[in-house]
C-alpha cells in the first residue's frame, strides 16, 4: 500500500513536508494510471469511493487478438486489486485477471503459468477472453465476497458497452475462422457473475433474453444480433461457501473440460 510516515521517529518540520510531498506524488502517479486505463477502454473516469469503494482498475475486458471461442465472465476483482489508491496493480508484473490468493482459477487450468506474460500466451492459444460485469461497487463489511457487494444499477457494464466488447470479439474471430463464443460465468449464486448478467438483461428485455432452460443469451440490437451459450462454472473462490459443495478436482475437472478441451 501507500507508504505511510513512522511517527515513532523523529522528524524535523522539514523532513516530515518532504517524505509527505513523497506520499503525494506516489499517488498522483496512481490517479493518473487509473485515469489512463479508463481513457484506454473509451470510458470518462471512475469516481473514488469513500471507504470501501472500488472503482475497477482493470480494463473490464481482455480479449486476445487471435480471436476468442471462450469468454470468462466474473463480477469485479477483491479490493485489494481495485480500490482506488491500491498500488500493488501497478508495481506487480504478475497480477492479472483472478490472481487473489483465494482464487484457483489459474491452479485449474495450469498451475505451472506464474507471470502476465505467461497467462496472456496461455489464454491466447486457448482462446480465452476475460469480461468482468462491474465496473465500480461498495463492499459491505469490508468484505471481497460477492455476496457482499453493493451495486448500483450505473455500475454495471451497459448494453453499449457490452455489445461494443461481444462486436469487437466476433469481429477478430472471422478473421481467425472462430465460429461460436462461449460465455463461462464464474458461479450461479446469489450476486454472481450470471446473476449482475441477467441484470443487464432485465434491463434492456426488448433487446436480450437468457433462455434459462437452453442456456442461451440472445442479443438483438443495433444490427447485433447473436445468441451465445452460457455455460456456469462453479466458482474459483475459495471463500464462497456455496462452491465448497463439489471438490477441487470436480472444479479442476468443469474448468478444463469447458475451458481448455471444448
Known sequence: ????????????????????????????????????????????????????????LFPWAYLPEEGVSKIIIGTIPPKKYCHGLCDEYYDNENTFFYESNHNSLWTY??????????????????????IDLIKQCTRKNNSSLDKDLIVDQDDIVNIDELVKVLKYAEEINVKNDIKEIKLC??????????????????????YMVINERKGILSINYKCFKKSYKIVDLPSPSGINHSSK?????????????ELLLS
Open 1 to 56: 500500500m501507500i507508504n505511510t510516515i513512522d511517527l515513532t521517529n523523529e522528524y524535523s518540520k522539514s523532513q516530515l513536508e518532504e517524505e509527505w510531498d513523497k506520499i503525494e506524488a506516489k499517488k498522483d502517479v496512481i490517479i493518473k494510471n487509473i485515469k489512463m486505463l479508463y481513457e484506454v477502454i473509451g470510458e470518462k473516469e471512475p469516481s473514488i469511493h469513500p471507504q470501501w469503494g472500488s472503482p475497477h
Open 109 to 130: 487450468l495450469n498451475p505451472n503459468l506464474k507471470t502476465k506474460e505467461e497467462k496472456r500466451s496461455y489464454i491466447k492459444e486457448h482462446k480465452i477472453g476475460f
Open 185 to 206: 460465468c464464474t458461479s450461479h449464486s446469489f450476486k454472481s457473475a450470471h446473476y449482475f448478467l441477467k441484470q443487464i438483461v432485465k434491463m434492456n428485455k426488448d
Open 245 to 257: 459443495r463439489i471438490t477441487e478436482e470436480e472444479k479442476r475437472k468443469i474448468y478444463q473440460d
